[in-house]
């Protein structure tokens, strides 16, 4: 089955600056490639995704980019806010249809 | 529309007792699936369904039973609890290949 890991566990930046989030995946069948934020004490929420014809896609201050070549998929948050902080969680899914998380990243937007 | 639906919200066993998660979703989607979160972990597939009629075991299937009812049920069984499998279980359904929508979890506690 699919394998993804997922780096930092915990990031911590100042207000406007930008974060980014990396993942990689083992299953080259993989196609589906969507990242969460989970609130505490919430379920999770998809914030974007992207699947495996496409390079890049952006959506206001959130963007990922994708490596198929490098099985390697990376979130990019620009001008960070307070309310962005929360944990993030990569997945992917995998040629069997089963969906693997990362073990998520707790960021951290100081005022 | 109430999208994905769990019961119960909390549950409390001893240990050896057995009960059943209920999940149910009402967007009439045809893939299903059972993930646990332990305390600042990320999500662990237990079980999924890609379609009904249709089971297959995730990252960690041991001392789990899963019933896929019909296309909006699909049910996760601990046949004699353990105090490991103390966690919040959270269902989710989508369609292939799509988000994920979650339900609100199901914290449960085995003493």
């Known amino acids: 089955g699919e394998n993804v890991e997922q780096h930092p566990s915990t990031l911590s930046v100042q207000e406007g600056d930008s974060a980014v989030i990396k993942c990689t995946y083992s299953?080259?069948?993989?196609?589906?490639f969507p990242w969460y934020k989970q609130e505490l004490g919430k379920r999770p929420q998809l914030i974007i995704d992207?699947?495996?014809?496409?390079g890049e896609k952006k959506d206001q201050r959130i963007a990922v980019t994708l490596n198929k070549t490098a099985k390697h998929f990376s979130l990019h948050i620009t001008e960070t806010q307070p309310e962005d902080s929360a944990v993030y969680f990569c997945?992917?899914?995998?040629?069997?249809?089963?969906?693997?998380f990362g073990a998520g990243t707790r960021l951290t937007v100081k005022p | 529309n109430a999208g994905v639906t769990q019961t119960p919200k909390f549950q409390v066993l001893k240990t050896g007792q057995s009960m059943t998660l209920q999940c149910a979703q009402d967007?009439?989607?045809?893939?299903m699936y059972w993930y646990r979160q332990d305390p600042g972990m990320g999500l662990r597939l237990i079980y999924y369904?890609?379609?009904?009629?249709?089971?297959d075991k995730g990252e960690v299937p041991n001392g789990y039973n899963v019933s896929r009812l019909n296309k909006r049920e699909f049910s996760l069984r601990l046949e004699s609890a353990a105090p490991s499998q103390t966690s919040v279980y959270f269902c989710?359904?989508?369609?292939?290949?799509?988000?994920?929508?979650f339900g609100p979890g199901t914290r449960l506690l085995v003493l």
């Open positions: 989710a359904s989508s369609e292939l290949p799509a988000n994920q929508y």
């Open positions: 299953d080259s069948a993989s196609n589906y």
């Open positions: 992207i699947r495996s014809n496409v």
């Open positions: 997945a992917a899914r995998g040629g069997n249809n089963d969906m693997r």
């Open positions: 967007m009439n989607h045809n893939s």
């Open positions: 369904s890609a379609s009904e009629g249709t089971t």
